[in-house]
């Protein structure tokens, strides 16, 4: 039960939410611009998903069924574009816009006209991208990476291209400098920096890491701009240029890019384990030093990506050893977690399954990324199905079965209902069925030689490529039991403010569903409930 | 909207320009340091 000292966060409700369209337009409510974000982040996920069952379908079965060359290859790019910018980052931002003000006791978001300009911003880039598949030459189709010379020889959709991951760069920067700005200025006198909860610390970091590199990729995007239409040779050789240059530049935020989709991912799993193990987060000090010790490494193994591009030995040895590095302050934290769990007394609710789930699936990517860390092994691996398979596993049994925990950890705080317990355990059990059935079989075809980006292939690649593509569709179809989860979310039985046996942390000791406005006083707070790490 | 007394606003205004400083070094630095690498 809730003990918090003062809870005049309801009493001072003057007012509630305006009506209509309006109330989405012109919103500078923390909560709901965190809605916006999570259901937008929702559609972009169906939409690449649909992409990927688009490529999945070509990739069946050996030859060229369904689509051409060109058009499988502008579904890669926007698969990659979509999921990365439209799906998993909104997702955390979402998550960010609702959990952050109540989990550090303030008001709203520091600057929430800004927020509400963030988040605006986010569909009109969509639509420009999107757009960009109806265009003359259809969309861009060069990966996500967006290499030079070739992304240079996308047609019309190109400067839409530029322009569109423009806005999604001033979208995250300016959602970055609300998230800092407010977990510095907003917080509860007694919410000292180190009792901030985990998934407080993941998103100050993350945010951080947002802010360093989202101009970078500005700078680097604007750069191919001006080469296309403005007559400079920063990446065409034939100009002097660099075009390996472009790599190195894209690779400094890139590979940063993977810790800010993951960073908060293991905040959520921080925040999950201790409630459902009924202990608390072990380790909570070490956990921060890990996440701010991943974050600094994360700038600094960027040419892991290009070992095949060239670069002198002392270089691959560098960048190898630092890629391996990651794996100390990543060890610490899964050790953590699990020493959270052991000896607790556990209970497998839907997000608690899809916290372990994320432990075991996440901990594969990684292994598998230390595979690639090893330059000899690299040159093996590279550019073939081994890659697709790691990065999916960390990015899709890692951030979005952390997604799905945290949107049904926190669905009862946000709807003030009980969602379904026995619909979100299937979603759990075919998600971690299908996603093994579709990820794991490429690690097969990797190591046999199968290369990514490829719409047609060699007939002894064909049995690993059927099976990926059935659990490809079975992944897809799991998801709308998700939906029907949300869409009968207020259905359910109500949910007290606590909603679960033993949480910890300031969003459980308002009422659920948490009041339009939370915390408009500065709340004194008991210890033992609201500060994860300090024992009761 | 909540009210928030003026010491926490100018603390918000300062962090907030200072950040969108570092940010706009960041983003002017890279593409001067293409200027300067071509």
Known sequence: ?536 | MTEIDQETKRKIRRTALMLLGVVLVFYFGFILSGVLNS
């Open chain 1, 1 to 536: 039960m809730s003990t918090a000292v003062a809870d005049s966060h309801d009493v001072h409700d003057h007012h509630g939410p305006e009506k209509g369209i309006k109330r989405w337009l012109f919103t500078t409510n923390h909560k709901d611009i965190g809605t916006m974000y999570l259901i937008f982040s929702l559609v972009m996920f169906f939409i690449g998903g649909l992409m990927a069952l688009v490529i999945r379908s070509e990739l069946a079965i050996p030859g060229l069924q369904f689509v051409h060359p060109e058009f499988f290859n502008q579904m890669t790019t926007m698969h990659a574009l979509i999921m990365v910018f439209g799906a998993v980052m909104p997702a955390f931002v979402g998550l960010a816009n609702w959990m952050i003000p109540m989990q550090i006791g303030g008001p709203d978001m520091a600057l929430p006209r800004m927020n509400n300009w963030s988040f605006w911003i986010l569909p009109v880039a969509f639509g420009i991208l999107l757009s960009t598949l109806l265009m003359p030459g259809g969309g861009p189709a060069s990966g996500w990476t967006m290499y030079p010379p070739l992304v240079l020889q996308t047609g019309n959709a190109f400067p839409f291209l530029i322009f569109s991951v423009h806005l999604m760069g001033i979208s995250s920067i300016m959602g970055a400098i609300n998230i800092i700005v407010t977990i510095i200025n907003m917080r509860t006198p007694e919410m000292t920096l180190i009792r901030m909860p985990m998934f407080v610390w993941t998103w100050l970091i993350t945010a951080y890491l947002l802010l360093a590199v989202m101009p970078v990729l500005a700078g680097a995007v604007t750069m191919l701009l001006t080469d296309q239409f403005f007559g400079t040779s920063f990446f065409l050789a034939a100009g002097g240029g660099d075009p390996v240059m472009f790599q190195h530049i894209f690779w400094f935020f890139g590979h940063p890019e993977v810790y800010i989709m993951i960073l908060p991912a293991f905040g959520v799993v921080s925040e999950i384990l201790p409630t459902f193990s009924r202990k608390p987060l072990f380790g909570h000090d070490s956990m921060v030093y890990a996440t701010a010790s991943i974050a600094f490494l994360s700038f600094i193994v960027w040419a892991h990506h290009m070992f095949t591009v060239g670069m002198p030995l002392t270089g691959q040895m560098f960048f190898m050893f630092a890629t391996m590095l990651i794996a100390v302050p990543t060890g610490v934290k899964v050790f953590n977690w699990v020493a959270t769990m052991w000896r607790g007394s556990m209970t497998f609710e839907t997000p608690m399954l899809f916290a372990i789930g994320f432990i075991f699936l996440f901990t594969i990517g990684g292994f598998s990324g230390l595979m690639l860390a090893i330059v000899p092994s690299d040159i093996q691996y590279h550019d073939s199905y081994f890659v697709v398979a790691h990065f999916h596993y960390v990015l899709v049994p890692g951030s979005i079965f952390a997604l799905m925990a945290a949107a049904y950890y926190w669905l009862p705080k946000w709807t003030g209902h009980m969602y379904s317990e026995r619909a979100g355990k299937l979603h759990f059990w075919l998600s971690t069925i299908f996603v093994n059935v579709t990820f794991f079989p490429m690690h097969f075809l990797g190591l046999a030689g199968m290369p990514r980006r490829i719409p047609d292939y060699s007939t002894q690649f064909a049995d690993f490529n059927l099976v990926a593509s059935i659990g490809a569709f079975g992944f897809g179809l799991s998801q709308l039991i998700f939906v029907y989860v949300l869409l009968t979310s207020k259905k359910g039985a109500h949910a007290s403010g606590k909603v679960w046996e033993a949480p910890r942390g300031l969003e459980w000791t308002v009422p659920s569903p948490a009041p339009y406005h939370t915390f408009n006083e500065p709340v004194h707070v008991d210890r033992t409930v609201a500060f994860p790490q300090e024992n009761p």
